[in-house]
Every structure is written in C-alpha cells, then in structure tokens.
C-alpha cells in the first residue's frame, strides 16, 4: 500500500495537554549531553530569566510525538510504519520549553511527495501553551520506503 496523497492538508485533533516536568527535563538534558545549568538547575534558570529549568531544543519532540502517532495510525494513511524512516528534523520556536508548561501539540500534514518507489511525508505539530500562545513548530519529514 503506497501512501496515500490525500494525507495531504490534513488537520488532526489536538492531542492531550503535556505538562512539562522537571524531572523530564533534567533526565532529557542528561541524554542528550545538555550541560547548560539552566537545563538541569532551577536555581540557575531563575537566574537567566525562566520560571524553571529550561528543556533543551530537541525537547520539542517529546510534546510532538503524540501528534505523529495520530498520523501513524490514520486508518487511510498508508504508512506502513515498519518501514518508516525518519528523513529530517526541524524546530521554529518562539520562546524555549520550560518546566511547568502545559503545552498542547495539532498536526497538519504539509506535503506527500512521491520520490521513485518511495514517499516523503512532512507532517508539521505546532505547539502552543495553556494560554494558546505559540511556542514551537516541530516539523519531521518520514520517508516510507516503497516496496523492495
């Protein structure tokens, strides 16, 4: 099943609020090599200027995650997820991630391509906070491998 081209404009549901932890940001921060005090020490963030420790960049696809498997299992979709590989990656932010915020991610599918026997998806979740203000559009094109 190739996948299929209507995807294409899609809007899906807004997925469930996440509320960003502190914890999940140290322990982030810890794997991916984040050594700013401000990603790990509340004390320092404060200082900086942020209400807590503030996420690395790259956080940004632990809110956007939900918003894809939405996409993943979009029952006319077409994407075979065993063979999906994960093409690129792209963040727009208007402010940084900070613990304590309650961030709710909507995906809309900004294009299929069809590249020789396979297809590019690039599926864009903008994220907003509690009060509806944007703080990060995380953009991931797929690449759905066509068959052998």
Wanted: aromatic share 6%; hydrophobic share 45%; no cysteine.
């Amino acid at each position: 099943m190739s996948v299929n081209p209507e995807l294409q404009g899609r809007v899906f549901p807004p997925v469930a609020p996440y509320l960003v932890g502190r914890e999940k940001v140290r322990e982030f921060s810890r794997a991916v090599f984040a050594r700013n005090p401000i990603n790990h020490d509340p004390e320092a963030a404060r200082a900086a200027g942020y209400a807590d420790v503030v996420a690395p960049p790259t956080f940004a696809v632990v809110v956007q995650e939900a918003t894809l498997a939405q996409l993943l299992a979009e029952p006319d979709g077409g994407i075979d997820f065993s063979r999906v590989v994960h093409g690129e990656q792209r963040f727009t932010f208007s402010r940084p991630i900070v613990a304590g915020d309650e961030l709710t991610a909507t995906l809309s599918v900004a294009s299929v391509k069809s590249l020789g026997g396979h297809s590019m998806v690039t599926a864009e979740s903008r994220v907003v906070d509690a009060t509806g203000a944007h703080v990060v559009t995380a953009t991931s094109t797929l690449v759905v491998r066509g068959d052998e």
